[in-house]
């Protein structure tokens, strides 16, 4: 009752007073706001200009230890505990950024390297890569020496099968993480500071075996032993499949297959995260509660449902473990573990509040992961899901066949699941698969009913040498998914490119939705028309005219018909990033052909690119007042004009070049990096 007067009481006492009242029709829904806030904070830090200095992370500090002290002396904190959480994630994510600080190599090197096989994967261009850890490298003292590193194997190899604990020796080229190929773009640089990356490269010689393994990393031994049985049971593409979403390695995967997944929106079916931990847990659960209730009198004296939860959660630990323990696997484990311990604790287990447990939970540990695609995409996913079970739970569908039901549960779930996760897709991956519901109601089902199942056989059986019963009842099912994928694929009109939205839409994007699920009352209708602004946002984005490579070797002007290259070949990843984030469907060889203009210019400023041989005195011949020229020749640019070799683009990294009110506006990758830690 008290509640219900609130809002008459102060309507006319102004329109200030009545914030009070409307936050008060929230209260039961306001801690599902504490891990939005706290993304906020996140986000705050890593769009700061510079690192924070110590003076300003103490008053940081300061501040929310008198927030938390001054908020029990508060008879209504929501504002200070908004604040504290605000603060709290900013904190959290210096904290985080500060704590796997590694050195990284300031320079390029080239010479003998020595480390520890930790991880196995492939390169964008399908060749074997090995992480490194215990580093040594020539004369570099070991305080400086980066603690991983990451090395892509060309050339002739197969002298060593590179495996976990190996400890191998080779000559290679490393050189410090490179960061956006253009100004705003995927920070590599920030993703390798938290991964402990602190260099990269590449080697066209072969690993040589320095040590077998010894008694470190079992886990990883046993999974990647894991992987090469399953590969080995079933040798085709199938069994690639399998490793991948039993163990994580997807080191087998050929990249055509994998394409094709993409395309028919079935690539998060490798990715064990949300949907792979939920149906392992839920058919353990599952199993355990029926398989426990058959026994006679067994469900009068035991708490089944608790066993069986708990049963599900040592399942999933185990799960989490074998898959690699990478984020995305820790965050769906954790959502998991939020719902099986609300059963435990007799609680609901699938609310909106058990998401956001799970959310701070991962943010708390994890800050990075607020910018990564598989954070924002399950997140968006459950909670969509959730959202709209919860509304439509008070539905009698109890006169429907429970045939229908089922198919209708199935639909719903991957038409709101697909659009829910949509958006974020197109931003990161620049492509809207067309057909990508029909695929997965089509490959979906097989998941929970036969290959999880199946997995979970194959798993109770391997002791007994009888595991291949469990793969060979998954097989099937794997080369009907792999089947759907290749026709969805190849059908016409099956996927569409999108250009690169604006720094703005997403976070926008993203607090529209959160909006219309959290907020209670009319103003909720807010969040869609935020939604609506950000689309529209997208939709008027502008590409930049001229790109430059942070080598200086590549550059892209755009034209009438895509965006023009300069070479064929060389600075691959720079270039088909440029055309992604374009929308462009054309790859570099492509793109290379398109007409150059004749004289190439931004808003009457000219630009000069200079490579090849006699590179540095052409350069210095072109240095004229009023000129752009860009080299990959290491040279002093003494002249009038506005010169850029690549000593100065690796300080500052990649360029775009747009047309400003006064000429050519140059804006670098620094510009909007700013000075961070990943940066120096």
């Given at each position: 009752?008290?509640?219900?007067?609130?809002?008459?009481?102060?309507?006319?006492?102004?329109?200030?007073?009545?914030?009070?009242?409307?936050?008060?029709?929230?209260?039961?829904?306001?801690?599902?706001?504490?891990?939005?806030?706290?993304?906020?904070?996140?986000?705050?830090?890593?769009?700061?200009?510079?690192?924070?200095?110590?003076?300003?992370?103490?008053?940081?500090?300061?501040?929310?230890?008198?927030?938390?002290?001054?908020?029990?002396?508060?008879?209504?904190?929501?504002?200070?505990?908004?604040?504290?959480?605000?603060?709290?994630?900013?904190?959290?994510?210096?904290?985080?950024?500060?704590?796997?600080?590694?050195?990284?190599?300031?320079?390029?090197?080239?010479?003998?390297?020595?480390?520890?096989?930790?991880?196995?994967?492939?390169?964008?261009?399908?060749?074997?890569?090995?992480?490194?850890?215990?580093?040594?490298?020539?004369?570099?003292?070991?305080?400086?020496t980066p603690s991983r590193v990451r090395v892509s194997l060309h050339g002739i190899q197969g002298f060593v099968d590179p495996a976990p604990g190996l400890t191998v020796i080779l000559t290679g080229h490393l050189g410090p993480p490179e960061g956006p190929v253009e100004p705003g773009g995927f920070d590599f640089q920030r993703m390798a500071w938290f991964k402990g990356l602190g260099a990269v490269g590449y080697t066209r010689t072969p690993v040589l075996a320095l040590a077998p393994p010894g008694r470190g990393l079992p886990v990883t031994r046993a999974r990647m032993a894991i992987s090469a049985a399953v590969q080995e049971a079933l040798p085709d593409r199938r069994?690639?499949?399998?490793?991948?979403?039993?163990?994580?390695?997807?080191?087998?995967?050929?990249?055509?297959?994998?394409?094709?997944?993409?395309?028919?929106?079935?690539?998060?079916?490798?990715?064990?995260?949300?949907?792979?931990?939920?149906?392992?847990?839920?058919?353990?659960?599952?199993?355990?509660?029926?398989?426990?209730?058959?026994?006679?009198?067994?469900?009068?004296?035991?708490?089944?449902?608790?066993?069986?939860?708990?049963?599900?959660?040592?399942?999933?630990?185990?799960?989490?473990?074998?898959?690699?323990?990478?984020?995305?696997?820790?965050?769906?484990?954790?959502?998991?573990?939020?719902?099986?311990?609300?059963?435990?604790?007799?609680?609901?287990?699938?609310?909106?509040?058990?998401?956001?447990?799970?959310?701070?939970?991962?943010?708390?540990?994890?800050?990075?992961?607020?910018?990564?695609?598989?954070?924002?995409?399950?997140?968006?996913?459950?909670?969509?899901?959730?959202?709209?079970?919860?509304?439509?739970?008070?539905?009698?569908?109890?006169?429907?066949?429970?045939?229908?039901?089922?198919?209708?549960?199935?639909?719903?779930?991957?038409?709101?699941?697909?659009?829910?996760?949509?958006?974020?897709?197109?931003?990161?991956?620049?492509?809207?698969?067309?057909?990508?519901?029909?695929?997965?109601?089509?490959?979906?089902?097989?998941?929970?009913?036969?290959?999880?199942?199946?997995?979970?056989?194959?798993?109770?059986?391997?002791?007994?040498?009888?595991?291949?019963?469990?793969?060979?009842?998954?097989?099937?099912?794997?080369?009907?998914?792999?089947?759907?994928?290749?026709?969805?694929?190849?059908?016409?009109?099956?996927?569409?490119?999108?250009?690169?939205?604006?720094?703005?839409?997403?976070?926008?994007?993203?607090?529209g939705g959160l909006w219309l699920v959290l907020w209670q009352g009319r103003a909720r209708w807010a969040g869609p028309i935020a939604m609506a602004m950000a689309l529209g946002l997208w939709t008027g984005v502008e590409r930049p005219l001229l790109l430059v490579a942070p080598s200086g070797g590549l550059i892209g002007v755009l034209t009438n018909d895509g965006r023009a290259l300069s070479k064929p070949r060389g600075d691959g990843f720079a270039a088909r990033t440029w055309l992604e984030n374009d929308g462009d469907p054309a790859d570099q060889t492509e793109a290379a052909e398109r007409r150059w203009p004749d004289l190439l210019t931004v808003a009457g400023t000219?630009?000069?690119?200079?490579?090849?041989?006699?590179?540095?005195?052409?350069?210095?011949?072109?240095?004229?007042?009023?000129?752009?020229?860009?080299?990959?020749?290491?040279?002093?640019?003494?002249?009038?004009?506005?010169?850029?070799?690549?000593?100065?683009?690796?300080?500052?990294?990649?360029?775009?070049?747009?047309?400003?009110?006064?000429?050519?506006?140059?804006?670098?990758?620094?510009?909007?990096?700013?000075?961070?830690?990943?940066?120096?």
């Amino acid at each position: 009752m008290r509640q219900a007067t609130v809002p008459s009481r102060l309507s006319g006492q102004g329109p200030g007073l009545a914030l009070p009242a409307l936050l008060a029709a929230q209260r039961g829904r306001l801690f599902l706001w504490v891990p939005v806030l706290f993304g906020v904070g996140i986000g705050l830090y890593f769009g700061l200009p510079r690192e924070p200095s110590i003076t300003e992370w103490g008053g940081l500090a300061t501040l929310l230890a008198g927030l938390l002290i001054g908020r029990r002396m508060i008879p209504d904190p929501v504002f200070p505990t908004a604040i504290l959480c605000l603060c709290a994630g900013l904190g959290a994510a210096g904290l985080r950024a500060h704590a796997v600080a590694e050195p990284v190599l300031a320079f390029r090197y080239y010479g003998p390297i020595e480390g520890r096989i930790v991880v196995i994967d492939r390169s964008a261009s399908n060749k074997v890569r090995l992480t490194l850890d215990r580093v040594v490298l020539e004369r570099m003292a070991p305080a400086r020496t980066p603690s991983r590193v990451r090395v892509s194997l060309h050339g002739i190899q197969g002298f060593v099968d590179p495996a976990p604990g190996l400890t191998v020796i080779l000559t290679g080229h490393l050189g410090p993480p490179e960061g956006p190929v253009e100004p705003g773009g995927f920070d590599f640089q920030r993703m390798a500071w938290f991964k402990g990356l602190g260099a990269v490269g590449y080697t066209r010689t072969p690993v040589l075996a320095l040590a077998p393994p010894g008694r470190g990393l079992p886990v990883t031994r046993a999974r990647m032993a894991i992987s090469a049985a399953v590969q080995e049971a079933l040798p085709d593409r199938r069994g690639a499949f399998a490793a991948a979403i039993l163990t994580g390695d997807r080191s087998g995967m050929d990249p055509a297959t994998l394409d094709a997944l993409r395309a028919a929106n079935l690539a998060h079916l490798l990715a064990i995260s949300g949907l792979h931990m939920g149906l392992l847990t839920g058919f353990v659960f599952g199993a355990l509660r029926w398989g426990l209730a058959v026994v006679p009198g067994l469900a009068l004296r035991w708490p089944l449902k608790k066993i069986a939860a708990l049963g599900a959660l040592i399942a999933g630990a185990v799960y989490l473990a074998l898959s690699g323990g990478n984020v995305a696997t820790e965050r769906a484990y954790i959502m998991a573990a939020v719902v099986l311990v609300a059963v435990l604790l007799d609680r609901r287990a699938l609310t909106l509040r058990a998401v956001a447990l799970a959310a701070l939970i991962v943010l708390l540990l994890r800050p990075e992961a607020l910018v990564s695609p598989g954070f924002q995409m399950s997140f968006a996913a459950t909670t969509a899901l959730i959202a709209v079970f919860g509304a439509t739970r008070g539905l009698d569908v109890s006169g429907i066949p429970w045939i229908l039901r089922a198919l209708g549960t199935v639909l719903i779930s991957s038409a709101v699941a697909g659009l829910a996760t949509a958006p974020f897709a197109a931003a990161h991956f620049n492509q809207v698969p067309h057909y990508g519901l029909l695929a997965n109601l089509l490959s979906v089902p097989l998941m929970g009913m036969v290959i999880i199942p199946a997995a979970v056989l194959a798993a109770v059986l391997a002791p007994l040498g009888l595991g291949w019963i469990g793969l060979g009842v998954m097989a099937p099912a794997i080369g009907w998914i792999l089947n759907v994928a290749d026709r969805v694929a190849a059908a016409p009109g099956a996927v569409s490119q999108v250009v690169a939205p604006g720094p703005l839409v997403l976070p926008l994007l993203t607090l529209g939705g959160l909006w219309l699920v959290l907020w209670q009352g009319r103003a909720r209708w807010a969040g869609p028309i935020a939604m609506a602004m950000a689309l529209g946002l997208w939709t008027g984005v502008e590409r930049p005219l001229l790109l430059v490579a942070p080598s200086g070797g590549l550059i892209g002007v755009l034209t009438n018909d895509g965006r023009a290259l300069s070479k064929p070949r060389g600075d691959g990843f720079a270039a088909r990033t440029w055309l992604e984030n374009d929308g462009d469907p054309a790859d570099q060889t492509e793109a290379a052909e398109r007409r150059w203009p004749d004289l190439l210019t931004v808003a009457g400023t000219p630009v000069r690119h200079v490579t090849g041989r006699e590179a540095a005195d052409r350069a210095r011949n072109l240095c004229r007042p009023g000129t752009i020229v860009i080299t990959t020749a290491d040279v002093e640019f003494v002249g009038p004009c506005d010169g850029y070799a690549p000593s100065r683009l690796r300080e500052i990294g990649a360029l775009a070049i747009t047309p400003g009110p006064d000429g050519a506006s140059i804006t670098s990758a620094q510009d909007l990096t700013g000075d961070r830690l990943w940066r120096r």
